[in-house]
Structures are given as C-alpha cells and as structure tokens.
C-alpha cells in the first residue's frame, strides 16, 4: 500500500467517523426534546383537586 492510498483512506476513516458523530448527535438532542416534552407534560397534568376522592367506596344495600 503506497502512501497515497493509505491517506486516501485515512481520509475516508475521518470523514465517516465525523458523519457518525453527527447523526449521534442530532439523536441525542431528538431524545432531549422528546424528554422536555415528556417532562412538561408530566408537570402539566392537573393536581388531584379531593385527594380522599376515590379511596372509599359507599355501598347501599
């Protein structure tokens, strides 16, 4: 292998390494947004207004 070929595809090592990194990258911050969005939504859900509402049950017979 001469020299020109070996950073011919050293090269081709970098620039695929760097493409991996990026497309880590923009899924990382996917998963970020998706997790701000779960967590607004989560601190969004409305308080429970009675909080003894449901834990008894009143039964006629």
Known sequence: MD???????MS?????EQA???VQ??????VKEQAAAVEKLISS???LM???????VNILV
């Open 12 to 16: 081709q090592a970098k620039v695929q």
């Open 20 to 22: 991996a990194v990026k």
């Open 45 to 47: 859900a409305l308080p």
């Open 3 to 9: 020299i020109q070929s070996f950073s011919i595809n």
């Open 50 to 56: 009675e909080p003894n509402l449901g834990q008894r």
């Open 25 to 30: 990258s923009m899924g990382l911050d996917i």
